[in-house]
């Protein structure tokens, strides 16, 4: 059965400490990896999409990289508006998207 | 902003009613995704349309059901309510169907007393 697996559940950090978020997956036939952010009260706001085992796409202060089994979000040196959950999903060979449940990132200035 | 409306906002309701949640794509967006997201649990795919055929379907409970009108806005029709049906509902769009980024609206909120 296709999964996702995000880690850690929550995470806080002090503003400029740089981290990682962990997405692990196993799906029949990747054929893209997505990364959200939600706010609360909000729908998940799309930041990245990965293609192929290698890739990497940055934005400001993330950058998501690819392997074939697992993606990291780096955050390098977060402020308090980073603070949100994010999520990952993939897509397979069905077209839907396969979420993960999610980190929650803390930001303390 | 997403460009995806959802309407209405907050929907509060008994158990045994029925309602109607309201989708309006992004403009140019042809395929149409929803997705039910409670405390436990994370965003769970219920049935996706493209251009008006339903394509895909998920853990869709047969109470449930929705179809996209010919303008390409959504509806998903929850019916016999549960109290176990109170969850935040989203609908997404995207261009194609497969393989796209999903563009999310701000949900709809659905209290069942």
């Known amino acids: 059965e296709d999964q996702v697996t995000q880690s850690p559940e929550a995470l806080r950090l002090q503003e400029g400490e740089s981290s990682s978020l962990n997405c692990s997956y196993t799906v029949s036939g990747l054929r893209g990896l997505f990364w959200y952010r939600q706010d609360p009260g909000k729908g998940p706001e799309f930041l990245f999409t990965l293609y192929s085992a290698g890739e990497e796409k940055e934005k400001e202060r993330l950058k998501a990289t690819l392997t074939k089994k697992e993606s990291f979000l780096h955050i390098t040196a977060p402020k308090p508006e980073d603070s949100a959950t994010y999520l990952c999903a993939v897509s397979n060979n069905t077209d839907k998207l396969i979420f993960g449940t999610g980190t929650r990132l803390q930001v303390f200035p | 902003d997403s460009g995806v409306t959802q309407t209405p906002k907050h929907l509060i309701t008994a158990t045994g009613q029925r309602v109607t949640l309201r989708c309006s794509p992004r403009?140019?967006?042809?395929?149409v995704y929803w997705y039910q997201q409670s405390l436990d649990q994370g965003l769970q795919f219920l049935i996706q349309y493209y251009n008006g055929e339903e394509r895909a379907k998920g853990n869709i409970l047969e109470r449930f059901s929705a179809q996209q009108f010919p303008d390409l806005h959504s509806e998903l029709n929850l019916s016999s309510l549960e109290l176990g049906d109170s969850a935040l509902y989203f609908c997404?769009?995207?261009?194609?169907?497969?393989?796209?980024?999903?563009?999310f609206g701000d949900g709809t909120r659905l209290s069942i007393l």
């Open positions: 997404a769009s995207s261009v194609r169907p497969s393989n796209q980024p999903q563009h």
């Open positions: 403009s140019g967006d042809l395929s």
